[in-house]
């Protein structure tokens, strides 16, 4: 058994700050699965934190892509099924300055962060690598042209029906 001492102001201010944050990883990526931004393709999820205007409150993008961005500290990226019930954790990245507070016997432990903080410190290649299940590059264009095509569509209605009224 591991003992450890607690700071009690300390702790429960990382662990308010930790549990009410203003999102839910499996909401937020249920969310985007639901949209279907890619068809029936598998793509991924790669949630990271934007400041706000007033330059002290932080808000996570979570933005749907067919390809597999860089990996960086601060960051979260998932693989999502649609029409399946599965999302894949590719990685799970806090801050630089936060990972000590991740690491076994700490109270924020979590295996699954240290694992993602040892792959990117040892094996980020890897991280960043292709998944087997990618679509190829062609298949990734096609989709993107279609997607444009549409969107071009789109506001070509909405302009003429805009201009008729």
Known sequence: MEIMKLNR???HD??????????DIGECCQDLI?????????FYI?????????GVNKRMI???RLTKPKAS????????????????IIWMLPARELWEQFMKG???????????????IHKRK????????????EQIDAIYRQMGAAARKAKQQNAAAFSAS
């Open 73 to 88: 500290p601060n960051s979260m990226l998932f693989k999502a099924y649609p029409g399946k019930d599965t999302v894949k």
């Open 9 to 11: 102001l300390d702790t």
């Open 34 to 42: 639901d949209k279907r931004p890619f068809g029936e393709h598998p």
């Open 126 to 137: 890897r991280l960043e690598e292709k998944e087997e299940d990618d679509l190829s590059d």
């Open 62 to 64: 979570w933005q749907p």
């Open 14 to 23: 990382r662990l308010t700050q930790f549990t009410k944050q203003n999102f």
């Open 46 to 54: 790669y949630a990271h934190p934007r400041t706000e205007d007033d």
């Open 106 to 120: 700490q109270m924020m432990h979590n295996e699954t962060i240290i694992s993602s903080i040892w792959s990117f």
